[in-house]
């Protein structure tokens, strides 16, 4: 497969979007690049499909800019054919069959017909099974058939909410070659997904906000080097000092920490300088999962 | 995208699912009643004098009223169930200048409730056609007429998916549009003759009887404009709304 030319970064500036009084995104700022299979974490309702939504221009903002390509959703020349998108997982009328559903997408979008096989066929979902009526499907086969829309035009972006819910394991192994493969195209792929150990295998960079605000972004290694893993026998008062220092700890299990925001020769300094010993101080690679809840617990919850 | 492609998916949408087949059968149960009727009814004396003259068949033809009704429920359902179903996002997806996307889908639901319709007027018109050998009267309406139920028929089918379509955008709930239509078409225009009775002449089931040919309470161009004045309100109001709300 040949790179293709994709001159497509997402850009989000400044966005802030409210419901009433209630603001879901709060002045969010990040850029996912082309050729990487970039994750978008968060925990529920932290605002990560309402940035999706204003990205696609499904929904308005309050406040800041969403961009493809340097230009807005509705100005791109053909935005089916440019952007293809998982957002709902049941987005689908249950009475119509899944190869209309797809021709009624490809007929609005200008794409000929042999696109709706081709995409059932990249997607993974049987022929046959596209002629029954979509009421009759698995969440897992819905995603394919959404799959199957999204790459309709052949898009050299992909917007995709939690493309992996419902699949089975060969589905998701499926899916992540199918991603890295796009990606190693020079294709731009966001992929928002809350199956962590999945995102771990498929991604390369990650945006994690909270709250509808960013909480971090870099490379996975990036962010899983970030993070400490600390055994102590008194976690809340390392805790309480490490929160003081700047860090973020979060108590995983017993005598356990994972540490954030401070390398691992300060974390070792302050809690020798609180006389607390440690039993182990390592960086924590390999568990994106424990960095992730570090990154995004609540207020309430960090320095516990 | 184009306007055609558009217009072409949005009718794919209304053929490729059971719903108008349902309306189909509810026109056709509708023209069997009719039928029947005619076959089998007779006036408060025994007598069949509610068929005896071209007038009196013509009003029993004249669907115009019906298909209002009818087609507008079918434009309400059509509209709010692609919120209901998710299955707008697709649709403002490919066409997200949103006013060209409602107007491929004002025009799809219209065209259908225009086949609607035709097709409960044909119907109608068939079933009595089949039943007046039955009794000791022909078919004493003229092709003019005849055409003249269709074609009103046909427009105010037309008119009613395109008001329930505007009402289904507007509401995006399938259960509130559908009770806002009937609201609209049936509960309100009776309580608005009530509250002023010069407005008697210009509901919707008094302004059908006039394009059908059935009654001369206005003009038919007056009744024309009328009626596509009761469909433009819901039509432009949902224009509004879809520029105003977000889709999702």
């Keep these: 497969m040949t790179a293709r030319s994709n001159d497509h970064p997402l850009k989000v500036d400044g966005l802030t979007k409210r419901y009433g009084n209630r603001t879901v995104i709060d002045n969010l700022t990040f850029t996912v690049e082309p050729g990487k299979v970039t994750g978008f974490l968060g925990p529920n309702g932290s605002g990560k499909s309402t940035t999706m939504k204003v990205l696609l221009d499904l929904a308005s903002a309050d406040h800041g800019t969403t961009t493809i390509g340097g230009r807005r959703y509705r100005d791109l020349p053909n935005p089916a054919s440019t952007v293809g998108v998982v957002l709902e997982p049941n987005a689908f009328h249950p009475g119509r069959t899944g190869r209309d559903h797809l021709c009624i997408i490809a007929q609005a979008t200008g794409q000929p017909r042999r696109r709706v096989d081709e995409s059932l066929s990249i997607a993974g979902l049987d022929p046959d099974a596209a002629k029954r009526r979509v009421g009759t499907y698995s969440l897992g086969m819905k995603q394919r058939l959404s799959l199957a829309a999204a790459l309709l035009g052949d898009p050299p972006v992909l917007v995709l909410d939690e493309p992996a819910n419902g699949l089975d394991p060969q589905g998701i192994r499926d899916l992540r070659d199918l991603l890295r493969a796009r990606a190693a195209n020079g294709d731009t792929v966001l992929v928002s997904s809350h199956l962590l150990t999945e995102v771990q295998h498929l991604v390369d960079d990650v945006i994690v906000i909270a709250d509808g605000r960013l909480v971090t972004t870099g490379t996975i290694d990036e962010l899983t080097g970030k993070s400490a893993h600390v055994r102590t026998p008194c976690p809340a008062r390392l805790a309480e000092l490490l929160l003081a220092a700047g860090a973020t700890a979060q108590q995983t299990a017993g005598d356990r920490l994972v540490v954030t925001g401070l390398d691992l020769d300060k974390i070792g300094d302050t809690a020798h300088r609180g006389g607390l010993a440690i039993h182990e101080l390592a960086p924590n690679a390999g568990s994106l999962e424990d960095v992730f809840l570090a990154l995004t617990a609540q207020p309430s919850q960090k320095g516990n | ?248």
């Excluded at chain 2, 507008?72 to 179903?85: P, Q, V, Y």
């Excluded at chain 2, 998710?86 to 086949?115: C, D, E, F, H």
């Excluded at chain 2, 037309?158 to 955008?169: D, K, R, S, T």
């Design chain 2, 1 to 248: 995208m184009n306007s055609t492609d558009l217009l072409r998916s949005e009718l794919r949408k209304l053929t490729t699912t059971r719903m108008p087949l349902s309306f189909l059968a509810v026109l056709t149960v509708l023209a069997a009643i009719n039928g029947t009727a005619v076959a089998i009814g007779t006036d408060m004396d025994g007598s069949k004098t509610f068929i005896s003259t071209a007038a009196d068949q013509i009003s029993l033809f004249a669907f115009a009223g019906n298909a209002l009704m009818i087609a507008g429920l079918f434009g309400a359902i059509a509209a709010a169930r692609e919120f209901g179903h998710n299955t707008v996002i697709a649709t403002y997806l490919a066409a997200p200048r949103r006013s060209k996307a409602l107007l491929a889908q004002m025009t799809a639901i219209g065209l259908g409730g225009a086949v609607l319709g035709l097709a409960g007027a044909g119907l109608t018109i068939g079933a009595v056609a089949i039943s007046l050998p039955m009794t000791n009267y022909g078919f004493l309406a003229s092709l003019g007429e005849v055409a003249q139920v269709l074609v009103a028929s046909s427009f105010a089918g037309a008119a009613g998916a395109i008001l329930g379509g505007g009402i289904g955008n507007v509401i995006r709930n399938t259960g509130g549009a559908v009770t806002a239509a009937v609201v609209t078409l049936i509960i309100a225009p009776p309580l608005i003759i009530q509250l002023a009775s010069g407005t008697a002449s210009w509901v919707p089931s008094a302004l059908a009887l006039v394009v059908s040919g059935v009654a001369d309470t206005t003009g038919v161009v007056s009744a024309i404009l009328a009626i596509a004045s009761w469909a433009a309100v819901p039509a432009l109001l949902a224009l509004w709304s879809i520029h105003r709300q977000d889709i999702v």
